[in-house]
């Protein structure tokens, strides 16, 4: 990968995690939606994310949406990133788990970061390729975190 591309996936990281780290308003979320509701929600935004950008991905005519589904994704990843999971909140390695839950996180949105700049420079198949790394992530993490897709 060259530096380039490095370079840019970590300034990117850098600037969504700084969103995530500054304050938020207490109005992000209902005060009753709990960490559950509120994952499930993102994970049903990125879901139909991935779903929309299906047969999408790599056509030129549809960057523009593809590039609006891509900043779904990565809204509700930066979103659920700060969120704990139920089997995580429930488990005697709760620490443990809540860092493994955030790196995987983080390793969702580096591959949302690597499609868009597929996207952008016209490389359909770099991302198809982020896509399909980014649905194995997903299929990972609902194995570690004993989620059931629908």
């Not at 509120?38 to 949406?65: I, T, Y």
């Amino acid at each position: 990968m060259s530096k380039l591309i490095v370079g840019l996936l970590v300034v990117g990281l850098i600037g969504l995690s700084y969103l995530v780290v500054s304050p938020a308003p207490a109005n992000v979320r209902p005060a009753a939606m709990d960490d559950h509701e509120a994952l499930e929600k993102c994970m049903k935004e990125l879901k139909g994310a991935m779903r929309r950008m299906r047969k999408s991905l790599g056509d030129e005519a549809q960057k523009g949406e593809n590039l609006a589904q891509i900043l779904v994704m990565q809204k509700a990843l930066i979103e659920a990133k700060s969120l704990v999971p139920g089997v995580a909140a429930k488990s005697e390695k709760k620490d443990e788990m809540i860092l493994k839950y955030r790196g995987m996180m983080l390793d969702c949105l580096a591959a949302t970061i690597k499609m868009e700049r597929a996207v952008l420079d016209g490389k359909g198949d770099e991302a198809k390729a982020a896509m399909r790394e980014l649905q194995e992530l997903q299929d990972s993490g609902h194995a570690s975190f004993k989620v059931e897709d629908d």
